[in-house]
């Protein structure tokens, strides 16, 4: 039995990138024990716990063995053919690889033989000693750090050893033992450090199991990272309830705060109250990106002049921390005034010549030419929705001129939000300044989309301008490359019209997009066909991320359908069509249809009844031509299941037609005649959707 305890790893470093440090710890906890796994060197119940710190990456893992159990090994020799002579006796190249591998000769006779492919071959099977832990330790760490997911390296001294930062000590222990290693240039030992203030000084880790407490009592840290962004959490809503108040969307701060304290302690600030005269839009940012403060609202989510400062210290008397940290952030505060009041100055309309130096793309021009593009296309869509054109191209007019503002300048995140303020303080209405605002929507997957007809026409105007711009002059994302944000741009179109929804043809849209684009500029190759392409990718990869089956996805958009608002309800009528008991059949029989005309390469005719021989053909044309105008209406009227549940009364004239009439007859007026009735059907039963896609395959 092997002897266990539980093994520590620490790194002690410099400062850790915050927002990448929950990431390094999981990446790096995991390689370690994945590696102990691979050398046989975990107990049954093994368990793994991550540390990580604003200094100190690490791991304890329970119950590790001192050295893996020896395990038996079959080692190939050689193929039989080779090895052995006629009379079974060990050849010249037998003898001299058991020489070279210390194999004795008499072992010749316990070899196994087996088959290897096509051949049969000479296996030695023998015992081989398990990994050490003192051996294979290091080497494991060593790698884990060199699979982390690091993007840029950095040397310190005259080392040439490299990490994210520099690293100050290494400690290794299994029970109270020092496991022997180095890593990073760095020797094992049983010293680390805590607080760089609270500690009690250097730390000597008694055992593996003693780290956290000690860290925890002498240290003054708290070393598993979701412990200490639970302990935070508990603090700010603790402290923002006393305060009467609530800190909105919080959760991506507290994160990188979580990263950047090893010791935290939630302090109350406030702020003169004469700021809130700027938008809080403002403010919030300040405070959130800059300061790492989190603001305070009241129930109506409205700004006060206070907020929370998650300390790296605690003391007894906090009037110095929190009057410091006032202090930093009123200068703030006052830049943000100031660029607001100083932008007041200049309504947005005047500001939009200034666009014409801001180069949009060298091939696609400025802004200023980009705004005109976006004017005229909001309009047309706006048009088309019954919306006030003129309010959607006005908005369409004004929503990059805040791009040139001081505060945007400073914010690049303000943009929009910024541009309904000022455009509400030049006297534009409410509808165009909400335009303004939401024209970026959705930002990201989840976002909140633009609301109203005029919103959503200035949004998806900007979003298929770049598009169809960047596929236009072949631009075009590949493998995780995206640039331009087209991906987002795409799904942010696809949002826009499903979910609001908007009775639009994305097909005429991306047309009137590239309508706006002056001769001679969008010079790729069958652009639109792949910008669709494109996009129906995008599509099928939402659709299927909601959860909707992957065959009924299928057989929706095997057809293209360019109403995207109707492809949630084509999706639900297919789903309950493949629910009925004629759909299998119908979709196999589909299936062989399709298969059929696949090989005509002629153009067919409508069936002529003349020409029709069989019972079964007579039945199936009988029963097409009187179901097709109700389902013809039913597809008019946008009701696709009831269309779907009408082609299923066609199962068993299908399945008899199949049985009983050869379509590929020799005399070729019946055989067109009947390629001409099965294409009059499948164009019938694929009104909604490719139902051959639900065939099992």
Sequence with gaps: MMSEATLLVELLTEELPPKALPRLAESFSEAVFQGLARSGLLGDASVRRPFATPRRLGLTVTDVRAAAAPREVAEKIMPVQVALDEEGRPTPALLKKLEARGIPVEAVAGFERRPDGKSEALFYRRVEAGASLDDALAALVQEAVKALPIPKLMRWGASEVQFVRPVHRLTLLHGTRVVPGSVLGLESGRVTRGHRFMSRGELEIASAEAYEPTLLAEGKVIPNFDERRADIERQLL???????????????????????????????????????????????????????????????????????????????????????????????????????????????????????????????????????????????????????????????????????????????????????????????????????????????????????NVACAVALADKLDALVGFFGIGQVPTGDKDPFGLRRAALGVLRILMETPLPLDLKRLVADAAAGFKPGVLTAKEFESQLLDFVFERLRHQLRESGAAVDVVDAVLALRPTRIDLVPVKLEAVRRFRTLPEAEALAAANKRIVNILKKVDEVLPEPDIALLQEDAERRLFHQVVEVAPLVRSHVENEDYAEALRALAGLREAVDNFFDHVMVMVEEPLTRRNRLGLLHMLAGLMNRVADISRLAPQ
Excluded: W
Aim: aromatic share 8%; net charge negative.
């Design 238 to 452: 603790e402290t923002a309830r006393a305060q009467q108040a609530t800190l909105g969307e919080y959760a991506d701060l507290l994160d990188e705060v979580s990263a950047l304290v090893e010791h935290p302690t939630v302090y109350v600030g406030e702020f003169e109250p004469e700021f809130l005269a700027v938008p809080q839009e403002c403010l919030i940012l300040t405070m959130r990106a800059n300061q790492k403060y989190f603001p305070l609202f009241d129930e109506g989510g409205k700004l006060l002049n206070r907020f929370l400062i998650v300390s790296n210290m605690r003391v007894a008397d906090s009037s110095h921390i929190v009057s410091g940290n006032q202090r930093v952030v009123r200068p703030r505060l006052a830049d943000a005034r100031f660029f607001f009041e100083q932008d007041r100055k200049h309504p947005l309309e005047s500001r939009l010549p200034r666009l014409a130096s801001v180069v949009y793309h060298n091939k696609l021009g400025s802004q200023f030419e980009r705004v005109d593009r976006l004017e005229r296309l909001a309009g047309r869509i706006a048009q088309t929705l019954h919306a006030d054109a003129g309010a959607a191209a006005r908005a369409a007019r004004l929503a990059k001129a805040d791009l040139v503002t001081e505060m945007v300048g400073e914010f690049p995140e303000l943009q929009g939000v910024m541009g309904r303020h000022y455009a509400l303080h030049d006297g534009e209405g409410e509808v165009v300044a909400e335009a303004v605002c939401a024209h970026y929507q959705p930002r990201f997957a989840g976002d909140e989309l633009p609301q109203g």
